[in-house]
């Protein structure tokens, strides 16, 4: 078996810090595959998270690599990305970094449209604090901060990313590990903000207190529970509520913010 | 015509900091720091450096970090309620230890406060507004040439410690327009980005240090492939849970500054040789108390002022100096009273400390000083 | 060492006119410092702006007892002249201040109603009473503001303000003749 992959790791720092079966490991080797097809030079590409389970990622990639505070990943890469344009900025997050604490600077970034790729590691819960709900718990689940079941509505952080402006949407999950390798590769190559939603589990916080606790039922359930958008897409409307729809969900062209910029330095006789 | 010119306190920090090589700014609009970041979206694309208008406090700093750290000199400004927001990642920035200029121009609070009104109440939150322990630098300017020339200093001094600085301006001088000469081009000082002394095969390590304890942290994008965390991390730059490892982190970090104390803390001693009284101030109070003093001494008063350019670290010997020498100190503060607890501190009782505190959104007159200063030389006959 | 005032309502340009006159004070080798207080609003509310001239440094920024003060609103009147020297001057916009308060040397100049009837519009009141102030106080001569405001305003306009400027200015003359 083919090991290319090992050289994107810092391999001092492995073994990883999470839990037996769950998703954010296969969730990182996806985005690691991703840019190893992109092409990506290690020296010229900067990984950048907020705070959480998946935003520990960071540190075990080879790259240059800035693990930020709660919430504030987006804004960081955006100074990172303003400052030098030439570099590849890739964001990891949580759906509690994301879509809580961060909500703010994720739909500005998308707005903005930086040149951003952003993959969110949905879990549907705070993992790292031990099991709270998060803007992506399910209504009627569990959480320790939800223990009569959830009444709060989940975000689609797909549509926000769309609605907000961003000009890559995509969603997968860690049980399709090629298919969201791919999307995360679409986010690379496309130039502007990319919004990769890769939805996997996490059997301690979330299965435990919701009767699956079992990772491979977990997995199954991600397979169960999403459909290849385009037969998504010839549901009837109550059978789309039931199940997430997977692939790419917007594709549009848009100047990026640094590309944008441009025109300002030039336009006030500046030399980029 | 004169080569003078007629210049804003807010505009000269924005000229000063583009002078020192800022590159990136990232900022939100808030009274009465705004004209600095319209100066700064105006002059940066003119240089070929890049502005953005963040949607928060907490964002501006944040996109400050990131461009600092991707090799740009950075700085951002706020004033009041932006302020407290942007107390979190200037945390950040402390224990990652990533150079960045904060701007705050004090306005009246708490809470929304007054907003066009002069006040110097962040005094305190300038120094711990972030939580944990960590130094902190912050210098205040009283004119406008000084703004000019500290917008540089708080950039040389954010390079050269690899540390947030705070240029704690108030409303008072920021909105001030005044006669201002800059100084020519090739007599400006810039400090320079450090670099790194090894290479990767050479076994660089982006959080060690020589003697001056400040790291040589690679830029982004120059093939180091270093790892940056807000955890407490040791020499490779990787978080540690190690108690021994945090212990001297938090050490180093307070050490690098007071190892180099007097490369960082600067006074003004005005009229003190043959003072038997002092006044102690700072920013834009500083002043109206040097008017006074001049008053007072224009009565047969031997006063003199000692004028903090440093707010922290505090000049603690440069008062204790002051304290020994004369029979009291008078300190004039736009608040409640915050600076006079640290003078009275360092005066270690070698005279009596007196509070002339101001807190109604309005700047001292130069009377309300000189009655001050009267009633403490009074009170010692 | 003279200390002016300049006070108004939001929009009528009190602290341009202010910056301006400080302007011309630093061109001409002169020490000059300008500061202003004004409320949330960017239109009507209270406007205040004040300029400090002299030969020696200025520290205390704001001014203690005017030489002169020009109020463009009634309120401003009220409110801001009491402190004048007592060779102080008071320069009133004749219309919108309908009861000028008991000041002994006090201008009434129709600034608004000048900038209207003379320039077209009541945008150029600043300047009228920019024109207006040079006469009176003398603090800075007239052809030094007159590059001042050239150089300030859009290019197209600088017609209509000089004209603003000049109608000002001999206003304030026929008064003081």
């Known amino acids: 078996m083919e090991r290319s992959f090992e050289k994107y790791f810092r391999q001092n720092r492995l073994p990883h810090m999470w839990c037996p079966g769950c998703g954010n490991g296969i969730v990182t080797k996806a985005v690691i595959m991703a840019i190893e097809k992109a092409g990506f030079s290690q020296d010229n590409t900067v990984i950048v998270s907020g705070i959480g389970c998946s935003s520990r990622a960071s540190g075990y990639m080879d790259f240059d690599t800035l693990h930020t505070a709660h919430g504030r990943a987006i804004p960081f890469a955006t100074g990172v990305k303003m400052a030098n344009p030439d570099l590849n900025v890739i964001v990891l997050t949580g759906d509690g970094d994301c879509t809580a604490i961060g909500g703010n600077h994720f739909i500005h970034g998308c707005r903005r449209n930086v040149d951003l790729t952003v993959v969110l590691f949905n879990n549907n819960i705070y993992g790292m604090t031990g099991g709270q709900a998060s803007p992506m718990t399910p209504t009627g689940k569990k959480a320790t901060t939800a223990p009569y079941g959830a009444i709060d509505r989940p975000f689609d952080a797909c549509k926000l990313a769309e609605a907000a402006g961003a000009t890559y949407v995509a969603r997968s999950t860690a049980f399709h590990v090629q298919h969201l390798a791919d999307m995360i590769k679409g986010g690379l190559d496309s130039h502007g903000f990319s919004f990769i939603e890769a939805m996997c589990q996490c059997p301690t916080a979330f299965g435990r207190n919701n009767k699956m606790a079992d990772p491979a039922k977990m997995m199954m359930a991600l397979r169960d529970g999403v459909m290849m958008k385009a037969a998504w897409d010839k549901l009837p409307a109550e059978k789309q509520a039931e199940r997430f729809p997977i692939g790419v969900l917007c594709q549009k062209e848009y100047i990026d913010y640094a590309k944008a910029y441009d025109t300002v330095i030039e336009k006030a006789g500046g030399r980029a | ?381 | 060492m003279s200390e002016m005032r300049f006070s108004g309502s939001g929009g009528q340009g009190v602290i341009t006119c202010a910056i301006i006159l400080a302007q011309a004070a630093v061109a001409e080798g002169k020490n000059a410092i300008q500061s202003q207080a004004y409320g949330p609003a960017a239109r009507g509310g209270s406007s205040k702006a004040e300029v400090i001239i002299s030969d020696d440094a200025i520290y205390h920024p704001h001014v203690e007892a005017p030489d002169f003060v020009l109020a463009m609103t009634q309120e401003a009147a009220d409110k801001y002249w009491h402190d004048l020297k007592d060779d102080g001057i008071l320069l009133l916009d004749e219309n919108l201040v309908p009861n000028p308060p008991a000041f002994a040397k006090t201008i009434r100049i129709p600034i608004t109603h000048i900038a209207v009837s003379d320039i077209g519009k009541a945008l150029f009141a600043n300047i009228v009473a920019l024109g207006a102030t040079v006469r009176i106080t003398g603090a800075v001569s007239y052809d030094v503001v007159a590059k001042c405001v050239a150089d300030r305003v859009p290019p197209a306009t600088v017609e209509s303000n000089m004209k603003a400027l000049k109608a000002g200015y001999d206003a304030a003359d026929a008064l003081m003749k």
């Open chain 2, 1 to 381: 015509m004169s080569k003078a010119t007629l210049m804003q306190g807010n505009e000269a920090v924005a000229l000063g900091a583009i002078e020192a090589g800022v590159r990136f700014f990232g900022g939100y609009p808030i009274t009465p720091s705004t004209e600095i970041a319209e100066k700064m979206a105006e002059l940066l694309p003119e240089v070929g450096g890049r502005f953005v208008q963040m949607e928060d406090e907490i964002a501006s700093v944040g996109a400050v970090l990131g461009a600092s750290l991707a090799g740009a000199k950075a700085l951002t400004a706020t004033s009041g309620p932006g302020f407290s927001l942007k107390q979190e990642l200037i945390g950040y920035a402390s224990e990652a230890e990533i150079p960045a200029v904060i701007v705050d121009v004090q306005r009246v609070g708490p809470a929304t406060g007054q907003p066009t009104s002069p006040a110097q109440g962040d005094v305190m939150q300038a120094r711990w507004g972030t939580h944990g322990d960590h130094p902190m630098i912050a210098i205040s300017p009283w004119t406008v040439r000084e703004c000019f020339d500290m917008g540089i200093e708080a950039v040389n001094l954010a390079e050269r410690f690899r540390q947030p600085v705070i240029l704690l301006m108030d409303e008072i001088v920021g909105h001030l327009r005044e006669r201002v000469e800059l100084p020519e081009k090739e007599d400006i000082v810039v400090y320079p980005r450090r670099k790194p002394k090894k290479t990767r095969e050479e076994g660089y390590q982006p959080y060690a240090v020589g003697d001056d304890l400040v790291p040589d942290i690679a830029d982004f994008g120059t093939g180091y492939r270093i790892h940056v965390t807000g955890l407490i991390h040791d020499e490779t730059g990787f978080p540690s849970g190690s108690p021994a490892v945090t212990r001297k982190a938090i050490d180093r970090l307070h050490q690098k500054i007071m190892i180099a104390k007097d490369e960082v803390v600067k006074t003004e001693s005005l009229l003190l040789d043959d003072a038997e009284y002092a006044v102690v101030a700072f920013g834009g109070t500083a002043r109206t108390a040097y008017q006074a003093v001049l008053d007072a001494r224009r009565k047969g008063v031997k006063i003199g002022m000692l004028r903090l350019r440093t707010i922290w670290p505090f000049a603690a010997e440069a008062v204790y100096e002051v304290a020994r020498k004369v029979k009291g100190i008078l300190v004039p503060e736009l608040n409640y009273g915050q600076l006079v607890g640290e003078i009275e501190r360092a005066a270690k009782g070698a005279c009596p400390v007196e509070l002339l505190a101001k807190y109604n959104a309005e700047i001292f007159t130069p009377a309300e000083i000189e009655e001050a200063i009267m009633a403490m030389v009074g009170g010692n006959k």
